[in-house]
């Protein structure tokens, strides 16, 4: 049930106001369909599509029916639940395209309103949020992890403490883009690490932008787990419109 009763801290209204004075001075374009007016336009919320209620109860991957997928079966999760607002296609994509490699980093503050809008539908009840960390190098190149730009806003909605330096990347792995499945378990496993001091008996909602087979949210699960945290769940913006267990997916960007 959502929480009608959510106070807003004082911070959030000075964040939104702050993107939406940038707005008034550099009239934007949405990130799905370029029409001007607004980052994100009704229209390409309307098109957008979402994950039915046939989905794994542990992973959220897309299936005939709600049981516990044959990867769950084969593999349990360390994470307690993972899902996704949207499935990358069409304005989804789109937005998360321009977020993650055109440097559009406003488009953190307008997607995450759907993500906070998500969390409150879904009840959970978490001690603290951060992002999926990106490798120093990475992050360097990059200039801004993208996760993190989704993670802020969330936790500053929703009040609840952000906690960007509980986990971090220790090793430079290549990109999941092309790989399958086993191929994303091996490059990601052990590339994380988490701080006991920040994690210890907390449970942690950790952001992300995209998830495919779900590898990247198993390792940081893990990493945070073993530093002594109580329970780990994972939301992203978006996932394939495929089921984990299609070849077709790995090809994604």
């Known amino acids: 049930m959502v929480k009608t009763w959510l106070k807003t801290p004082p911070l959030y209204p000075f964040y939104r106001f702050f993107w939406q004075a940038l707005d008034w001075l550099y009239p934007p374009a949405c990130a ?89 539908q879904l009840g959970w009840h978490v001690d603290a949020i951060a992002p999926i960390p990106l490798h120093p190098n990475r992050l360097h190149n990059r200039g801004y992890n993208q996760s993190a730009l989704l993670a802020f806003p969330i936790a500053l909605k929703l009040n609840i403490p952000y906690v960007p330096k509980a986990i971090y990347r220790k090793r430079d792995t290549q990109s999941q883009v092309g790989l399958n499945k086993q191929q994303r378990l091996i490059n990601i496993e052990n590339a994380f690490q988490a701080n006991p001091h920040l994690v210890r008996r907390k449970t942690f909602l950790l952001i992300d932008d995209v998830t495919t087979t779900g590898a990247t949210m198993r390792s940081c699960a893990d990493a945070l787990l073993a530093a002594g945290a109580s329970a780990v769940y994972g939301m992203t913006l978006a996932r394939p419109a495929f089921s984990a267990q299609s070849s077709d997916i790995f090809n994604q960007s």
Request: net charge neutral; hydrophobic share 30%.
């Open 32 to 120: 799905g369909c370029d029409k001007p007016g607004s980052r994100w336009c009704k229209s390409c919320q309307a098109a957008s599509r979402f994950p039915t209620e046939n989905i794994c109860p542990l992973c959220g991957d897309m299936q005939d029916n709600n049981q516990i997928c044959p990867s769950c079966l084969d593999s349990p999760p360390p994470f307690t639940q993972l899902r996704s607002w949207g499935l990358f296609s069409g304005p989804v994509r789109q937005a998360i395209h321009r977020l993650k490699y055109q440097n559009d980093i406003s488009l953190g503050d307008v997607l995450a309103i759907h993500l906070i809008d998500f969390y409150l």
